[in-house]
């Protein structure tokens, strides 16, 4: 404002106020007129989104709302862009001489600015989402809900005779070991004979660390005969401890009961704070666990011990590839293994998706003819190999069968830093079965979109983005070495699988308010 030249700096062109005024506001009609016809655009492409889903559209005034928000966005990263500047500008004030000094100061200037930037955005934000993060939900974790009554079987962590107690068990352990349908509940449900199914599960207080919490796990197996039962899956859970409802639900409902179900606790973090804390302990946990029961389990005789899962969702797929060291040691220890909605930063799911075979697109990858990997997008899929699984044309599934469903439209599964700078390939491939054929990759832009899909990734129908329902129970039926489940018990177990969640779920992990 004062007209002085700062000595170093090269002399910037000045405007006179008038037309500085008039470039201005013209600048600010454009960016108006450029939002309005963006958000247009926004409107037509949620409804075709919102056709494809059987969701509810948006109304171009609720899309309107968009307006002020990004005005408090924009004023923000105006304030920090200053903010950037301005210590910038005080770094290259710091260099001594004049102007023969201009490029060092021009350079000392940028160069403050980038580091402020980095720490920032790498130490600064994420340590202050964990540590208030941590303060939040390690209360929350303490809170049973209240709806919750403590389970009345041996069967179940927490019940009688149940070491590991009901309290300490956390606010999702709680959920996992009292939801669920009894022998009695499913019984009368189903209309044919049950046992009382097993869940175990192990609470941070039920153990130091990963281990101690494993070992746990394996004691309540042990005391509740798990070796007995027909079907064993282990759930590597996801950041607060939760276990899909309906995935465990399922799971009993196929094997009228004859089941047993284990899990263990290892952080009360949400999974995308988890993720911010510390990847490692994630895959570590799920390791740890699965290591554990699949030791036990290999101890068991031969002909008298339970056909062993894994199952993960979300984060859990994380924790779930991170006890293997790749598909051989998959095979050599579990009999199948369903993982959905596995985040893009997944190591061995990266690895065969981009080892996949020639010609199969990035949304629908196959591996090695899917003689031990196979990729689903939706239940279709997995009901077309059922139908035709004793087909001779078909290569069969032998061994440990391995199967990710990851739907077109699930953030979790697409995100990825790389959409800065770089179009992937199922962007360049045709649209999924629920992607918009409208969608396009643009620098920057498609990076945020997907970002910004994150939070509400679960808030859609079943069988969309990051809310996989009822598929989970054909991806069972599809892993079940013993191929008991056919097309047509599939409608069966379904109609009953949705009449046992009416009043269990289903919960999200990926939401704060669960339930």
């Not at 697409?414 to 179009?423: A, K, T």
Request: no cysteine; glycine share 8%; proline share 7%.
């Amino acid at each position: 404002p004062s007209g002085r030249h700062r000595p170093g700096l090269p002399r910037r062109p000045h405007l006179s106020r008038r037309w500085r005024m008039w470039a201005e506001g013209a600048l600010g009609g454009v960016i108006v007129v450029a939002l309005l016809v963006w958000v247009l655009y926004a409107v037509r492409w949620q409804r075709e989104l919102a056709g494809i889903m059987g969701a509810r559209a948006y109304t171009p005034a609720q899309f309107l709302l968009v307006l002020p928000v990004g005005l408090v966005i924009w004023a923000v990263l105006v304030v920090v862009g200053r903010l950037f500047i301005w210590l910038g500008s005080k770094a290259a004030d710091a260099v001594p001489g004049t102007a023969k000094h201009t490029s060092t100061r021009l350079l000392v200037s940028w160069g403050t600015a980038a580091v402020l930037a980095v720490l920032v955005v790498d130490q600064v934000i994420p340590g202050t989402v964990v540590q208030v993060s941590e303060r939040v939900f390690s209360v929350r974790n303490d809170e049973v809900r209240p709806d919750l009554v403590r389970p009345h079987v041996t069967e179940r962590s927490g019940g009688p005779g149940s070491p590991n107690e009901w309290t300490g068990l956390g606010a999702y352990g709680t959920r996992f070991t009292a939801l669920g349908l009894y022998r009695d509940e499913l019984e009368e449900l189903t209309g044919r004979p049950a046992k009382e199914p097993i869940r175990v599960y192990a609470g941070l207080d039920d153990g130091d660390d990963d281990t101690e919490r494993a070992d746990s796990v394996v004691r309540e197996l042990l005391r509740t005969h798990a070796a007995d039962r027909k079907a064993l899956m282990v759930v590597p859970t996801t950041g607060t401890g939760w276990v899909n409802p309906t995935a465990a639900q399922a799971f009993e409902l196929m094997h009228d009961g004859d089941t047993a179900i284990a899990a263990a606790q290892y952080s009360y973090l949400p999974s995308a704070v988890q993720f911010l804390s510390d990847k490692e302990e994630i895959r570590e946990a799920g390791r740890a666990l699965v290591t554990a029961v699949v030791d036990w389990w290999h101890t068991l005789p031969a002909d008298h011990r339970p056909r062993i899962y894994v199952y993960g969702e979300s984060l859990g797929t994380t924790a779930g590839e991170g006890a293997f060291s790749g598909l051989r040691d998959i095979a050599s220890s579990v009999d199948g293994v369903l993982w959905m909605g596995p985040p893009n930063f997944n190591q061995l799911h990266s690895e065969l998706v981009e080892r996949r075979d020639p010609g199969s697109p990035e949304v629908q990858p196959e591996y090695s003819g899917g003689l031990t990997v196979r990729f689903a997008q939706n239940r279709d899929v997995i009901d077309r190999w059922l139908r035709r699984r004793s087909d001779p044309s078909i290569l069969p599934w032998s061994g440990a069968r391995v199967l990710y469903v990851q739907h077109p439209s699930d953030p979790v599964v697409w995100w990825s830093p790389s959409l800065l700078v770089e179009r992937p390939d199922w962007l360049r491939e045709p649209a999924g079965f629920d992607r918009s054929p409208s969608m396009r990759w643009m620098p920057f832009v498609t990076f945020w979109q997907v970002s910004l899909d994150l939070p509400m990734a679960a808030n859609v129908p079943n069988g969309h983005g990051h809310n996989y329902g009822s598929t989970v129970i054909d991806g069972l039926a599809a892993i079940d070495r013993d191929d008991a489940v056919s097309v047509d018990d599939l409608d069966r177990l379904r109609d009953e699988l949705d009449r046992a969640m009416a009043t269990q779920g289903p919960e999200k992990e990926l939401g704060v308010d669960n339930g």
